[in-house]
């Protein structure tokens, strides 16, 4: 906690290797050398809330964010600040990377670390990168922001084209499940849901509170929506055989028990 601390008076980033220095410094009689030890110290300070560390994916594994109110008061304030200027930039809920710099003007010396940025917000479930644009420069990407995502047209073309009223020929199994929540569902869940499960978002048919996933492997979509008013989720799934259609429901259950446990 002491090394955390010092080096957060003057950045709220550091990698391991500067942690592991300044832990050397403070405790020279300790061996710091043990990674696995290491990553466990870095994720029980995590879940204390004493910093904010991944051990997964790797391309953040090796970061740790010194102050977590950096994040809350930093980051997240001045991606959601109400100005104007910096709302037509997340309009509606697309954020395109090349714009970042106007939005996190105060670390624009920093932006360098905006990659990571997107990343940690995605582990907390507040945005993911648009599934096409993976692999282009970071500065050519952009993010979605569920809970800023409009709500569903009543007659989306695109969205009628890709899940129609009734069922193909290729997809003649149809299942229907609710999820009840007690009291409300939070919108926070439906958010974290989203960035989860967002590889498996079919053509980008996202809103705030309904996607299309397809499974195309297994030629297996579903259409899940959340009835705020009800307090549930309802999930439709279509594919060619029982129990395969089964299957992927079990992995959407699996998926919600994960945004929860979180």
């Known amino acids: 906690s002491t090394s955390?601390?010092?080096?957060?008076?003057?950045?709220?980033?550091?990698?391991?290797?500067?942690?592991?220095?300044?832990?050397?410094?403070?405790?020279p009689t300790f061996d710091f050398s043990d990674e696995k030890l290491l990553n466990q110290g870095l994720c029980l300070l995590h879940d204390w809330g004493e910093c904010v560390y991944f051990s997964q994916p790797e391309s953040l594994s090796n970061l740790i964010v010194v102050d977590p109110k950096f994040l809350t008061k930093g980051i997240l304030a001045d991606l959601f600040k109400s100005e104007s200027n910096i709302a037509s930039k997340r309009e509606n809920g697309i954020i395109k990377h090349s714009d970042l710099s106007l939005i996190w003007t105060q670390f624009k010396e920093s932006s360098f670390y905006f990659s990571n940025f997107i990343e940690i917000l995605g582990e907390f479930g507040v945005c993911f990168v648009v599934n096409q644009d993976k692999g282009k420069p970071f500065n050519d990407q952009k993010s979605i922001i569920p809970s800023l995502l409009p709500n569903k047209s009543?007659?989306?073309?695109?969205?009628?084209?890709?899940?129609?009223?009734?069922?193909?020929?290729?997809?003649?199994?149809?299942?229907?499940?609710?999820?009840k929540f007690n009291p409300i569902v939070p919108d926070e869940l439906v958010s974290r849901l989203l960035v989860l499960i967002h590889p498996l978002i079919?053509?980008?048919?996202?809103?705030?509170?309904?996607?299309?996933?397809?499974?195309?492997g297994e030629n297996i979509q579903s259409y899940i929506r959340v009835e705020h008013q009800l307090s549930r989720f309802i999930i439709t799934i279509r594919g060619p055989k029982h129990q395969k259609c089964l299957e992927f429901l079990k992995w959407i259950r699996s998926q919600f028990d994960q945004v929860i446990e979180k």
């Not at 957060?8 to 391991?16: E, L, Y």
């Open 4 to 27: 955390l601390s010092s080096l957060s008076s003057w950045i709220p980033i550091c990698d391991k290797s500067k942690l592991k220095e300044n832990l050397q410094k403070d405790y």
């Open 154 to 179: 009543i007659h989306d073309k695109e969205f009628e084209k890709k899940w129609p009223r009734t069922k193909s020929y290729d997809q003649p199994i149809e299942l229907e499940r609710i999820f």
């Open 202 to 216: 079919q053509d980008e048919l996202v809103w705030k509170n309904d996607v299309v996933i397809f499974n195309e």
